[in-house]
Nanobody
Framework: QLQLVESGGGLVQPGGSLRLSCAASKFTLDYYVIGWFRQAPGKEREGVSCISSSGVPTTYADSVKGRFSISRDKAKNTVFLQMNSLKPEDTAVYYC???????????????WGQGTQVTVSS
């Protein structure tokens, strides 16, 4: 069974930066696309970005374009989400997940991590 672990969340002031990590220790992520999603209280889960098995990134959320970037390091079996110029509206639980093809829709993804909390507040 696939098991993903997110890390790197925390409390940051507006305008600050965080880098989230998505890792798997018992299997390789090379054959999967990896998506990042976020969910704020009272809101639906939102697709943020996705990266193909060959490393091609796609950003789905217009609100994060120019501020967030996704990348992967296959040697470390890890996918990253670099988050810059953070805003209070970015506050959410962030999840990574695996799929065969990139999509902005959560049902297309099979295995999920437990999530990591990102709070942007002054």
């Amino acid at each position: 069974q696939l098991q993903l672990v997110e890390s790197g969340g925390g409390l940051v002031q507006p305008g600050g930066s965080l880098r989230l990590s998505c890792a798997a220790s018992k299997f390789t992520l090379d054959y999967y696309v990896i998506g990042w999603f976020r969910q704020a209280p009272g809101k639906e889960r939102e697709g943020v970005s996705c990266i193909s098995s060959s490393g091609v990134p796609t950003t789905y959320a217009d609100s994060v374009k120019g501020r967030f970037s996704i990348s992967r390091d296959k040697a470390k079996n890890t996918v990253f989400l670099q988050m810059n110029s953070l805003k209070p509206e970015d506050t959410a639980v962030y999840y990574c997940a695996t799929a065969n093809t990139c999509s902005r829709y959560a049902p297309a993804f099979g295995s999920w991590g437990q999530g990591t909390q990102v709070t942007v507040s002054s």
